[in-house]
């Protein structure tokens, strides 16, 4: 064990310690903890626009890119992490005590993301749950993502029985939060999740539950999508509205979110759901939600971005991360499907990270999913070249695969300039991959049609960001 390795649980109950007396300065204040495998930071960015002017009467604090064993203690006390340096980490540790006797930042409302990476402390619930008590929470999913640290707990041998074990222990880490919360609590359930929804509904809280009608037409939801909609100017979500909801739902029990020019896919249906119910609790009126949410939401840089790219193309662009592939895959399929300006279905993907033994079998998910609509997919990655390259090529002109050219590349970087030589007009470009090394925003940087707006609207811009990308020769 090295000192980092020593020196890393002291320094997080050291920070632990300082941010629950912070906490303590807002007693009254209600905590709304969100978690899942995918969908966290567009969540809380619905919850944040559902409120819209009401957030000048309520003061809500939001987890700034913080979701962590650490970024949460610093958010609380209203530190941030500039380089991840030794320095940068003294730097934080002297600041703590400071920010206790300084920071007397009030609010009523702090929403916070709760991502867990490990069964075992400091990077499971349980140790999020010594720094924060939250009385809501928002359950979105469990996925096969971050599953590396569970693999010691899974004894199956089969590649999909594994994928499905490591889901459920993910699940049941998850649900936690949702088990802790007080019997005055709430809890805003995924009822389509039925991992999630086996261990979260084991709660003293009430539940409120919200699903897709395509998939949870005998379930008794109390929120329930019943269409979804998509081109490229914009979404449309028509949510069903449960009788028992009376108190907040007069007239008609519809609710209509159009959305113009943000494009979403079907699977984001779960951030606005959450919005709506926990606005409802709020106290917030139907015509009022559908006023704020159409108003004030708008996505994080590279999460659903569309962007006009050279050529006259399209440009798809979630490369934040590669949370929600195949949804992404399947909003671009849709989009195809719904939008005569687009002529052709492009991808540049990334290796999916974090994986452990679930790494092979998504990887092919991924792949089989491409070839079905892609006309040309860029691989970036050894496990999109070890996994997805070989399904990839095995389909090209195959009977019902759309699939015509595949390659393989070490660097985003060189992917972007080689679809550059063959970008034509109406194609859609999708990009997704894991931010690890992969960074596909350099690769939509080239693609951009205006790339003096590379900085306000693609992600990991920051000095630290790009320092890192100079040192993977990406800059």
């Not at 303590?24 to 626009?49: D, E, F, M, P």
């Not at 008590?133 to 599953?147: E, F, V």
């Not at 699903?211 to 100017?233: C, F, P």
């Not at 015509?404 to 679809?419: C, H, P, Q, R, Y």
């Amino acid at each position: 064990m090295n000192i980092k390795d020593k020196l890393a649980p002291l320094v997080l109950s050291y920070l632990r310690f300082f941010a629950k007396l912070q906490l303590k300065k807002n007693k009254q204040a209600k905590i709304v903890g969100i978690t899942g495998s995918a969908g966290k930071t567009t969540c809380q960015s619905a919850v944040l626009a559902a409120l819209g002017k009401n957030k000048a009467r309520l003061k809500v604090k939001i987890s700034s890119k913080a979701n962590s064993e650490s970024g949460i203690p610093l958010d609380i006390l209203g530190l941030r992490v500039k380089n991840y340096s030794l320095l940068d980490w003294l730097r934080l540790i002297l600041l703590a005590p400071w920010k206790l006797l300084s920071n007397w930042e009030q609010f009523d409302i702090y929403v916070i993301e709760m991502g867990i990476d490990s069964p075992l402390p400091p990077k499971n619930m349980e140790y999020l749950l010594s720094i924060v008590q939250p009385q809501i929470a928002i359950m979105l999913n469990a996925k096969a993502i971050h599953s590396q640290n569970f693999d010691q707990f899974i004894s199956e041998k089969d590649q999909d029985k594994r994928e499905q074990a490591a889901i459920r222990l993910i699940a049941a880490e998850k649900s936690k939060l949702a088990q802790s919360l007080p019997n005055n609590g709430l809890a805003i359930i995924n009822r389509d999740d039925s991992a999630i929804w086996q261990f979260s509904r084991q709660t003293q809280a009430e539940i409120l539950s919200f699903g897709d009608n395509s998939t949870a037409q005998n379930h008794d939801l109390d929120l329930k999508l019943i269409d979804w909609q998509v081109n490229l100017d914009g979404s449309l979500f028509v949510f069903e509205v449960n009788n028992r909801l009376k108190q907040y739902n007069s007239g008609n029990r519809l609710i209509e979110i159009n959305l113009k020019n943000l494009v979403l896919g079907r699977h984001h249906f779960s951030a606005l759901a959450s919005a709506i119910l926990f606005a409802f609790k709020l106290g917030l009126k139907k015509t009022e939600i559908k006023k704020n949410l159409e108003k004030y939401w708008t996505l994080e840089p590279s999460r659903s971005t569309l962007l006009l790219g050279k050529n006259s193309s399209y440009i798809l662009d979630s490369s934040y991360n590669a949370s929600g592939m195949l949804e992404m895959i399947e909003l671009a399929k849709e989009l195809a499907n719904n939008d005569q300006k687009i002529k052709r279905l492009v991808a540049i993907v990334g290796d999916i990270r974090e994986l452990g033994e679930e790494a092979q079998v998504i990887h092919q998910e991924v792949a089989q999913a491409l070839a079905g609509h892609f006309s040309e997919i860029y691989l970036v990655g050894p496990l999109m070249e070890k996994y997805a390259l070989p399904i990839l090529q095995s389909k090209i002109n195959q009977d019902g695969a759309k699939i015509k050219k595949v390659e393989i590349f070490s660097d985003s970087k060189l992917a972007g300039k080689a679809l550059l030589k063959n970008l034509q007009a109406g194609d859609l470009v999708l990009l997704k991959g894991s931010q690890n090394t992969i960074y596909l925003e350099k690769a939509v940087e080239l693609l951009l049609n205006d790339q003096k707006i590379a900085k306000k609207v693609l992600c990991r811009q920051s000095d630290y960001w790009l320092n890192l990308k100079i040192k993977h020769k990406l800059n």
